[in-house]
């Protein structure tokens, strides 16, 4: 998530994405080099503040000038991340730094999560909101390699940039970059590269997870410019918070099968996903539309079920899948 600094010497500066701590939130303090980093060097020393919901910015509070000497105050330790030159977010000449509407961004996340799906049949999407919601992350994993960490990840930030861990002089993608692209599938291939998802000659074969995937982003796509605004959302929040989230009690109560997919949906390679959260909800507005499950089916709130790749495997056309929902 983007930060800006509040008061001293570097009141109104404005920085990329602040990393993720360990177990999920943003970091307590921050400090910026005044001059050339080193020994003896002088640093501007801010504390985490507000969120400020119109700008999407998290804001941190001057609190002095020092060295860089990191302090504890009894059993609870401040975490410092020392930001430098290089993650100033600085203007595009010519241009105001601007960020793309949120509707872009939803669409453009999904989209490229999907395809990465596609290409790649053994990924799945899994969506995250760490720092109790500051972030808000659809996640494209390898349930295969999930025990390996954050090497087998891509995280889509869509309330900042997209992220690769462990991947040295990775710079972060902003929603900027994927917008200004002059090919769709330029981040795609990216982020294959940099991972080292390698995409066999042979086209992979439609699998219902990937369908499902294709059908949401299909959807979002459509809607893009409709004037009610539409979005996906797993049925799981979680939140990476001390409660650790839960099944959206909106879901729950708009489509009660969810209990019931749930048990369906369980999956001994990630046994510490929920199972609710392979479960997406389409929304329109404020309104719940459908429930989609990743074996392929979407579930209107009426209680009638659509096979997916039954529709597919019948039509062999993405658009006659999109076309046969209630949306």
Sequence with gaps: MPIRLIGGPLDGQTYGDVPIMPGGHAPSNLSVPLGEPGPGAEYAHYKSGDF?????????????????????????????????????????????????????VIEQ??????????????????????????????????????????????????????????????????????????????????????????????????????????????????????????????????????????VREDALLAFPVIETLANKLRDNRTPFLPPESRLWVLQKDSDLVLLFDDRGFAHSREGAVIDLMAVYKRSKSLEEVIGCLPV
């Design 52 to 104: 400020d919901p119109e700008t999407e910015m998290l804001l941190f509070n001057y609190v002095g000038t020092g060295s860089r000497e990191v302090g504890s105050s009894g059993d609870e330790v401040t975490l410092d991340i020392e930001l430098s030159r290089d993650d100033l977010m600085e203007d595009t000449i010519g241009e105001p730094n601007w960020d793309p509407a949120s509707r872009f």
């Design 109 to 246: 996340s999904w989209w490229i999560g999907s395809e990465l799906c596609r290409r790649h049949p053994n990924l799945r999407l899994y969506e995250m909101h760490p720092a109790d919601g500051m972030y808000d992350i659809l996640r494209v994993f390898d349930p295969h390699a999930a025990e390996r960490g954050h090497e087998q990840v891509v995280d889509m930030n869509r309330a900042g940039r997209i992220h690769l861990h462990n991947i040295e002089r990775f710079e972060p993608i902003s929603w900027r970059q994927v917008l200004g692209a002059h090919s769709p599938h330029d981040t795609v291939k990216i982020l294959e590269t940099l991972r080292g998802w390698n995409l066999t000659q042979q086209s992979p074969s439609t699998t219902p997870t990937s369908l499902t995937y294709r059908v949401i982003a299909g959807i979002l796509t459509r809607k893009l410019n409709d004037r009610h605004r539409w979005d996906t959302r797993s049925a799981f929040l979680e939140t990476h918070s001390q409660s650790g989230g839960g």
